[in-house]
T-cell receptor
Framework: ETGVTQSPTHLIKTRGQQVTLRCSSQ?????VSWYQQALGQGPQFIFQ???????GRGNFPPRFSGLQFPNYSSELNVNALELDDSALYLC????????????FGPGTRLTVT | AQSVTQLGSHVSVSEGALVLLRCNYS??????LFWYVQYPNQGLQLLLK??????LVKGINGFEAEFKKSETSFHLTKPSAHMSDAAEYFC????????????FGSGTQLTVLP
């Protein structure tokens, strides 16, 4: 059974640029959630996708957007990057009918300069 | 609305001593509760979860937690700390039912002293 994978591991972007982060769900999982973890803080929920539809959104502006594909992999897109977007971005997958047990990937460390 | 408070951003224990990490939650609906562990430069690993079955939940690596509704608490314990337990621990809450967003506490950094 393959766990949750994310790419890239690290990246550096300049303020104002756009970035795409990718996530492959654990085998058989149909729900993916994205979280932002700033340095020294707990993860904060960005949004969740279930069967390719957005299924909930946290307190993040519209420049944070996402996609889920038929194979349940997912992308997180962030436009007009700001310095405060520097964080660890975590993807988590789960089965909709298995409660809220979410399995996390290793994360993508984004640095905005 | 849901929230989690973790008391103590840093906890130090001696190797072999009891580990107690505190978590209090607020939820307007019956909650699911979780403890995750994060090692440096890694993602989150699920330690244990409460989903309205037994109130004493046993997890991996010898950890357990007890759901106390009257105290709105879900404290994490381990009888004997090991050096490998040094990590950041996060308590999280979600509405009961199907997969929903997790609301995390701010974390507790556990240091294990030799």
């Amino acid at each position: 059974e393959t766990g949750v994978t994310q790419s890239p591991t690290h990246l550096i972007k300049t303020r104002g640029q756009q970035v795409t982060l990718r996530c492959s769900s654990q085998s058989g999982h149909n729900t993916v959630s994205w979280y932002q973890q700033a340095l020294g803080q707990g993860p904060q929920f960005i949004f969740q996708y279930y069967r390719e539809e957005e299924n909930g959104r946290g307190n993040f502006p519209p420049r944070f957007s996402g996609l889920q594909f038929p194979n349940y992999s997912s992308e997180l897109n962030v436009n007009a990057l700001e310095l405060d977007d520097s964080a660890l971005y975590l993807c988590a997958s789960s089965l909709e009918n298995r409660g809220s047990e979410q399995y996390f990937g290793p994360g993508t460390r984004l640095t905005v300069t | 609305a849901q929230s989690v408070t973790q008391l103590g951003s840093h906890v130090s224990v001696s190797e072999g001593a009891l580990v107690l990490l505190r978590c209090n939650y607020s939820s307007s609906v019956p909650p699911y509760l979780f403890w995750y562990v994060q090692y440096p430069n890694q993602g989150l690993q699920l330690l244990l979860k409460y989903t309205s079955a037994a109130t004493l939940v046993k997890g991996i690596n010898g950890f357990e937690a007890e759901f106390k509704k009257s105290e709105t608490s879900f404290h994490l314990t381990k009888p004997s700390a090991h050096m490998s337990d040094a990590a950041e621990y996060f308590c999280a809450v979600s509405p009961s039912g199907s997969a929903r967003q997790l609301t995390f506490g701010s974390g507790t950094q556990l240091t294990v002293l030799p």
